[in-house]
């Protein structure tokens, strides 16, 4: 059974940092574009960014740059998000997912691919 598994969301005081990592299971993850999303309260997901299979070129949201890193392991099926200068906007529920086409990743809105169950992050003023 493949799974998605998210860690690492917590509490923190805004200019601090996390790092969430995300790891794959059930099957080799190193021909799929993995990113993350977020869902805060009351509104629809949105894209955070994400990291090519292929070239490891990183994609963000305008938000998120100069603030987020996402990296991977291939070796460890894993992928990691560095987040610091955490601010109270950034509060959400943080999904990572993986798909074999990075278009697709980054629309969000693929039938096929792969979800996590997500973390929560909150930060506090």
């Known amino acids: 059974q493949v799974q998605l598994v998210e860690s690492g969301g917590g509490l923190v005081q805004a200019g601090g940092s996390l790092r969430l990592s995300c790891a794959a299971s059930g099957r080799t993850f190193s021909t799929y574009s993995m990113g993350w999303f977020r869902q805060a309260p009351g509104k629809e997901r949105e894209f955070v960014g994400a990291?090519?299979?292929?070239?490891?070129?990183?994609y963000y949201t305008d938000s998120v740059k100069g603030r987020f890193t996402i990296s991977r392991d291939n070796a460890k099926n894993t992928v990691y998000l560095q987040m610091n200068s955490l601010k109270p906007e950034d509060t959400a529920i943080y999904y990572c997912?993986?798909?074999?086409?990075?278009?697709?990743?980054?629309?969000?809105?693929?039938?096929?691919?792969?979800w996590g169950q997500g973390t929560q992050v909150t930060v506090s003023s």
């Open positions: 990291i090519s299979w292929l070239t490891s070129r990183t």
């Open positions: 997912a993986a798909h074999e086409s990075m278009v697709l990743l980054r629309s969000g809105t693929f039938r096929d691919g792969y």
